[in-house]
């Protein structure tokens, strides 16, 4: 790997979906919850999967429109389908580079990794808070 930052691209609205935790009474507040746990990551890595230095980007949509971003971690609103928002990353910023995004939705799965990008789900960035996870 060059001595390019890694990328790591997370789906919010994917993330925040895979826990039953009461994040469709307030989308925003959520994704807001997300993006503060992140900086974390983007200063040690994720395990097993990247190693820092890393850029770390969440990517909202809908209600979550709008989420500023903080130290270490660059919110990206999609003016439409996040998924989209999340594969034009990829083709723009993802070449060359240790490309990672978190996801579990398959079709986006699919569209990602056709650009050379790598995907690992919801809990690499969600700890153990997966009880009562639904797919």
Not at 55 to 84: I, Q, Y
Not at 95 to 100: E, K, P, Q, V
């Amino acid at each position: 790997m060059d001595s390019m930052n890694s990328l790591v691209i997370v789906d919010a609205a994917n993330v925040v979906g895979s826990v039953p935790d009461g994040w469709w009474r307030d989308r925003r507040g959520a994704a807001e919850r997300l993006r503060d746990a992140l900086p974390e990551y983007a200063g040690s890595g994720l395990p097993g999967l990247v190693s820092p230095p890393l850029e770390m980007v969440l990517v909202v949509e809908g209600a979550a429109r709008g989420v500023a971003s903080v130290e270490g971690v660059r919110v990206e609103s999609a003016d439409g389908s996040g998924d989209d928002r999340i594969v034009e990353l990829v083709a723009a910023e993802g070449g060359g580079r240790n490309c990672l995004v978190v996801t579990a939705d398959r079709e986006l799965r699919r569209r990602v990794e056709a650009l050379g990008a790598r995907v690992t789900g919801p809990r690499a960035v969600r700890g153990g808070r997966q009880d009562g996870r639904q797919t």
